[in-house]
């Protein structure tokens, strides 16, 4: 089973940056979509960059400009760089795989990091 873990999260001040992590196990990047979703209390996950397994790169309006998503294939790491943050960024990030037909996370959620905005 594909086990997900996320890092890099933490308290930053608005206007700050932040770099997270996710490592997958159990499974390969490679060819594949990942991307990072976040969830705010009381609000639902959204979807907010992908990257395709060629490189190609899509984001949120919300973060666009802000954040940048690339990934390692060789460390099976993806990377959500975020700069010029905001405190309505903040929130609990989660990666996974996409599935290409459906556009549904591919694997059971890891714990997430906490990203905390102060203004």
């Known amino acids: 089973q594909v086990q997900l873990v996320e890092s890099g999260g933490g308290l930053v001040q608005a206007g700050g940056s932040l770099r997270l992590s996710c490592a997958a196990s159990?499974?390969?990047?490679?060819?594949?979509?990942m991307g990072w979703y976040r969830q705010a209390p009381g609000k639902v996950r959204d979807l907010v960059a992908t990257?395709?397994?060629?490189?190609?790169?899509k984001y949120a309006d919300s973060v666009k400009g802000r954040f940048t998503i690339s990934s390692d294939n060789a460390k099976n790491t993806v990377y959500l760089q975020m700069n010029s943050l905001r405190p309505e960024d903040t929130a609990v990030y989660y990666c996974n795989e996409i599935l290409y037909y459906t556009g549904l996370p591919a694997h059971p959620w890891g714990q997430g990091t906490q990203v905390t905005v102060s203004s």
């Open positions: 990257i395709s397994g060629g490189g190609s790169t």
């Open positions: 159990g499974s390969t990047f490679s060819g594949n979509t």
